[in-house]
C-alpha cells in the first residue's frame, strides 16, 4: 500500500512536501509535533491499543494538525441494523473465502468490528488523547464512520 500511495504523492508532484512512513501506531517513527496530518483507514480497530496509539499520534501533530479516521461501524438504523449484521455476518465472509481462499480474514472483520468501541466512546478516546474540534459522522447509514478532529493547540 505504501509503495502505491508513493505513485500517488509522486504522480501529484507532491513529492517534496508528504512523507510516507510505515511503522507500528503505538511508537510512531516521527518527532514530537513534526507532522502536520495523520490519516488511518479501517485500521485502527486492529491496533491492540487504540487509546495508546491515538496518544501516539497526537504526539507526533503538530498544534492545529489535523487527523482523519475512516473504520467500520454498525449501523444504529432499525430495519438497516439486523440486515446488514446478518449479510456481514453470514454473507460477506463466504463471498470473501471464496474470492481470496483466505477463511480466517473474514471471520475475523465481523469480529473486530464487533468488538470496537462505538462511535461515542472513541470520540471520547481522541478527546482524552488531546485532540479538539473532535466528529464522528456516519457514512452509509453508519456503516462507516469519519472520525476527524484536530490536536489541541497546547
Same mark, same amino acid.
Not at 46 to 62: G, H, K, S
Not at 98 to 113: C, D, E, F, M, Q
Given at each position: 500500500m =505504501?509503495? =502505491?500511495g508513493l505513485q500517488k504523492v509522486r504522480a501529484a508532484g507532491e513529492d517534496g512536501h508528504i512523507t510516507l512512513l510505515r511503522g507500528d501506531a503505538?511508537?510512531?517513527?516521527?518527532?514530537?509535533?513534526s507532522v502536520d496530518a495523520a490519516t488511518v483507514a479501517f485500521g485502527i480497530?486492529? #491496533?491492540? @491499543?487504540?487509546? #495508546?496509539?491515538? @496518544?501516539?499520534?497526537?504526539?507526533? =501533530?503538530?498544534p492545529g494538525g489535523r487527523l482523519a479516521i475512516l473504520e467500520f461501524g454498525v449501523p444504529r438504523i432499525p430495519g438497516i441494523k439486523p440486515v446488514y449484521l446478518w449479510y456481514f455476518t453470514h454473507v460477506l465472509p463466504r463471498i470473501g473465502r471464496?474470492?481470496?481462499?483466505?477463511?480466517?480474514?473474514?471471520?475475523?472483520?465481523?469480529?473486530? #468490528?464487533g468488538t470496537f468501541a462505538p462511535p461515542s466512546e472513541f470520540?471520547?478516546?481522541l478527546e482524552r488523547a488531546g485532540f479538539s474540534s473532535v466528529r464522528a459522522d456516519p457514512l452509509t447509514f453508519g456503516i462507516v464512520y469519519l472520525y476527524t478532529a484536530r490536536r489541541a493547540a497546547t
Open positions: =505504501l509503495a =502505491l503505538m511508537q510512531l517513527p516521527a518527532a514530537d509535533r480497530r486492529n #491496533v491492540q @491499543r487504540p487509546d #495508546v496509539a491515538c @496518544r501516539e499520534i497526537a504526539r507526533v =501533530l503538530r471464496a474470492i481470496s481462499g483466505h477463511n480466517a480474514a473474514y471471520s475475523y472483520l465481523p469480529a473486530s #468490528v470520540v471520547e478516546t
